[in-house]
């Protein structure tokens, strides 16, 4: 794998994972239990988000260093 992708992939799993534990911080002072569904369904709708959120900005920074050029 090349740096771009890692780059991509961590930020994806680091972003969702942080989401994910935020809001399962939420729901436990809401008074519920851990539901590790939920959990995971955070991680990886959030998780993909980020990952998607990263393409954009990588290909933005790439055209623009190209333009400066």
Do not use: C
């Amino acid at each position: 794998m090349n740096k771009k992708t890692k780059t991509i992939i961590m930020g994806g799993l680091i972003g969702g994972i942080a989401y994910a534990f935020i809001m399962a911080g939420f729901d436990y002072s809401d008074g519920q239990d851990f539901r590790i569904w939920r959990f995971l369904l955070n991680a990886i709708i959030f998780g993909t988000f980020m990952a998607i959120m990263n393409i954009y900005n990588i290909k933005k920074q790439t055209e623009e260093n190209k333009n400066n050029e």
